[in-house]
């Protein structure tokens, strides 16, 4: 799954580590604190790639059927994640399993028919942007400044990053829109997500909207999935997608929200743009815009600024 969820909730997420490990937040991050940190953005950044490759294979809606499924699968391996939901939290689960698994899973596969996994990973940096956004209109009351700065900044960037691909015709646009519609999904997923979480544990609610997911992508899945052309490396980067990109990743960040907090932990969103980019160029011969590559370091600058203020008022303990 790509950056998304954890990027924007707040410390009281690490209920979250109940479902994993038992752990104490610690004042003084360790070095496997921080490894904890960098993993799932690590994973997510690989995700573009994987996805790119599966399509060698099988079709969009193939891809994102593999992927929940896998990673459903692989979260069941985890204790903890069969934890009962409130009762009158899982209209909400239901919910959240199509803004932020059913819904923007399916578009990305589509997108990356049309623009590079680069560019797709790039723009993925700008998911806490529309996050920021969702969560003033549902507040009805302006951010703050500095949040409205840092607005500014990242949506310029993002602009910056989508331009030369604009330039490229109808078939890339294309592309573009796909991924802001899925960006636009995530970021009602965050502020729908956050309450889930506090009050249920955060795999618990990953897991069971993963099963959503799967139930809703199957009916367009399954048959592409039965009519796919296998070779070894997309089989392979299918499973990786499924079995670390939407399972693993999820197990590293809940405890490293529990560790160490989840205004450290939401760092890990500045490292998925950047792997998607690097192995996007080094891996499949993808070309950049030096534009778009500019936008890439302007749209998480802008992510930085915005987060600032609440990192300073909410430290980690």
Request: contains cysteine; charged residues 10%.
């Amino acid at each position: 799954m790509t950056a998304s969820l954890p990027c924007h909730v707040d410390r009281d997420i690490c209920v979250a580590s109940d479902t994993v490990l038992r752990v104490t937040r610690s004042d003084k991050p360790t070095t496997w604190d921080w490894v904890l940190v960098a993993g799932p953005g690590t994973i997510w950044g690989t995700s573009f790639l994987f996805i790119a490759e599966g399509l060698h294979a099988v079709a969009p809606n193939g891809v994102t059927f593999l992927r929940i499924l896998i990673g459903f699968l692989t979260l069941s391996l985890v204790p903890g994640v069969r934890k009962p939901v409130a009762k009158d939290d899982r209209l909400g689960v239901v919910r959240l399993g199509i803004v932020w698994v059913a819904f923007p899973l399916s578009m990305f596969p589509f997108a990356e028919q049309h623009v590079s996994s680069a560019l797709t990973g790039m723009l993925n940096g700008a998911t806490p942007l529309f996050a920021a956004i969702v969560a003033s209109v549902f507040a009805r009351k302006a951010p703050e400044r500095a949040v409205v700065i840092g607005l500014a900044v990242g949506l310029s960037g993002a602009v910056l990053i989508a331009l030369p691909s604009l330039n490229e015709g109808s078939n890339s646009l294309t592309g573009v829109m796909l991924i802001l519609a899925a960006l636009c999904s995530y970021g009602f997923a965050i502020n729908f997500a956050r309450p889930l979480q506090q009050r249920n544990g955060a795999l618990p609610v990953v897991w069971r909207a993963l099963g959503v997911g799967l139930v809703l992508t199957a009916p367009l899945g399954v048959p592409e999935v039965l009519r796919a052309q296998w070779s070894l490396w997309p089989a392979v980067s299918l499973f990786c997608l499924g079995a670390f990109g939407t399972g693993v990743a999820f197990v590293l960040m809940a405890t490293a929200a529990g560790r160490v907090g989840a205004a450290r932990a939401a760092g890990t969103v500045f490292i998925t743009p950047v792997v998607a980019l690097l192995l996007g160029v080094t891996l499949r011969g993808e070309h950049v815009a030096v534009l778009s590559v500019a936008g890439c370091v302007v749209c998480l600058a802008g992510a930085w600024i915005m987060g600032a203020p609440s990192r300073r008022a909410a430290p980690a303990r």
